[in-house]
T-cell receptor
């Protein structure tokens, strides 16, 4: 069974640009969550999608958005990039029920210059 | 929202000794507590988890204990080996499955040969 796949692995963008990251969950998993990982703030929850609907959202500005497709693949978009958006963005897939295990992808390393 | 505190931030132990990492959480509705291990440059990997209806769970050299009254849970690693060196994160998730994981800041475990 294939694991969680994130693309691209690395990205370099300029301030003010926008970026789209992709996550393909484990087959059969309907929930995809996104996290931002930085040395200073650690792992922070961005949002979760389940069956194409956003179920919950963390404390991030509206520049961060996402969506989920009917095949459970998810995309995350960040508009008007700021230097502080430089981070490792991780997605995690799970079956989606209460207390179900979440498995992470390898992440997309975003650098904003 | 949920807040998870994790201690210590760095833990150095001799190979073969035991290591204990402790976490506290604030939301009494949280009912799922996973632990992740992240090696340098790699994705967080789920190593063990516990649900609120269980007080202790063990998997070979790894065990997790949960005290719901005190709202704290701990990771215990016995007979530590060099490959146990990594950053360990605890997390908490509240009921219903709709909330994301709230992570502790991580513990850098160093196994001294």
């Amino acid at each position: 069974k294939a694991g969680v796949t994130q693309t691209p692995r690395y990205l370099i963008k300029t301030r003010g640009q926008q970026v789209t990251l992709s996550c393909s969950p484990i087959s059969g998993h309907r929930s995809v969550s996104w996290y931002q990982q930085t040395p200073g703030q650690g792992l922070q929850f961005l949002f979760e999608y389940f069956s194409e609907t956003q179920r919950n959202k963390g404390n991030f500005p509206g520049r961060f958005s996402g969506r989920q497709f009917s095949n459970s693949r998810s995309e995350m978009n960040v508009s008007t990039l700021e230097l502080g958006d430089s981070a490792l963005y991780l997605c995690a897939s799970s079956l989606g029920g209460a207390g179900t295990e979440a498995f992470f992808g390898q992440g997309t390393r975003l650098t904003v210059v | 929202g949920e807040n998870v505190e994790q201690h210590p931030s760095t833990l150095s132990v001799q190979e073969g000794d035991s290591a204990v990492i402790k976490c506290t959480y604030s939301d009494s509705a949280s009912n799922y507590f996973p632990w992740y291990k992240q090696e340098l440059g790699k994705r967080p990997q789920l190593i063990i988890d516990i649900r609120s209806n269980v007080g202790e769970k063990k998997d070979q050299r790894i065990a997790v204990t949960l005290n719901k009254t005190a709202k704290h849970f701990s990771l215990h690693i016995t007979e530590t080996q060099p490959e146990d060196s990594a950053v360990y994160f605890c997390a908490a998730k509240s009921g219903g499955g709709a909330d994301g994981l709230t992570f502790g800041k991580g513990t850098h475990l160093i196994i001294q040969p």
